[in-house]
């Protein structure tokens, strides 16, 4: 039962222009949504997150879009760069204080690769 | 600023062989985790600790013990390692679970068992 979906496992996109990546959730108690950026041989490091009471985050080139209805997020990258080619994951959380913390639950991972 | 600082890097093991992963952060962080990387299958949690002498199963548990030796380091430990245990294995940290807070992670080890 796979709570965090990234139905695209990869994704190609041109130099200059806007990447989206696509999530989509199942567990309604998801509150916190979160993106991190993988490369080869390193861990995951964090990129950007948005709390469910919002639907737009934006840092930079990054913004990450919110759709609780139809338990959907999205990162958009603008402009695309070279270095943004890497696996990127989409991850949730659930509500505060619940017992039995458990993390973050990711998605499989979408492999952008940015062409020049 | 080392963060979240796991050994070893790479290890190969044979099938029945016990290993040790150690993992340490110096951010003063409460929780602690232990996450696995197949290829396909995205981050997995293995264990976690929410603080300093609690430790409860994640998703995927089976072959696997964990000790919180104190607030900075949370081991993970393979008793008997089989080939399904191949992977790359992640340590990682956050400053309270469902707090908001990102998590931070370790660099991996690359774990193969023969």
């Known amino acids: 039962d796979q709570q965090v979906k990234q139905n695209s496992p990869s994704l190609s996109v041109q130099e200059g222009r806007i990447s989206i990546l696509n999530c989509d959730y199942t567990n309604s108690m998801f509150d916190y949504f979160l993106w991190y950026k993988k490369y080869p041989a390193e861990g995951p490091t964090f990129l950007i997150s948005?709390?469910?009471?919002?639907d737009k985050n934006e840092d930079g080139r990054f913004t990450v879009f919110l759709n609780k209805s139809a338990k959907h997020l999205s990162l958009h990258i603008v402009p695309s760069q070279p270095g943004d080619s890497a696996v990127y994951f989409c991850?949730?959380?659930?509500?505060?204080?619940?017992?039995?913390?458990?993390?973050?639950?990711f998605g499989k991972g979408t492999h952008l690769i940015i062409q020049p | 600023n080392a963060g979240v600082t796991q050994t070893p890097k790479f290890q190969v093991l044979k099938t029945g062989q016990s290993m040790t992963l150690q993992c340490a952060q110096d951010?003063?962080?409460?929780?602690m985790y232990w996450y696995r990387q197949d290829p396909g299958m995205g981050l997995r949690l293995i264990y976690y600790s929410a603080s300093e002498g609690t430790t409860d199963k994640g998703e995927v548990p089976n072959g696997y013990n964990v000790s919180r030796l104190n607030k900075r380091e949370f081991s993970l430990r393979l008793e008997s390692a089989a080939p399904s245990q191949t992977s790359v294995y992640f340590c990682?940290?956050?400053?309270?679970?469902?707090?908001?807070?990102?998590?931070?992670f370790g660099e991996g080890s690359w774990l193969t068992v023969v």
């Open positions: 991850a949730a959380s659930g509500p505060r204080g619940r017992g039995g913390a458990d993390g973050l639950t």
């Open positions: 990682a940290s956050s400053g309270r679970i469902y707090s908001g807070n990102t998590i931070y």
């Open positions: 951010m003063n962080h409460n929780s």
């Open positions: 948005i709390s469910s009471i919002k």
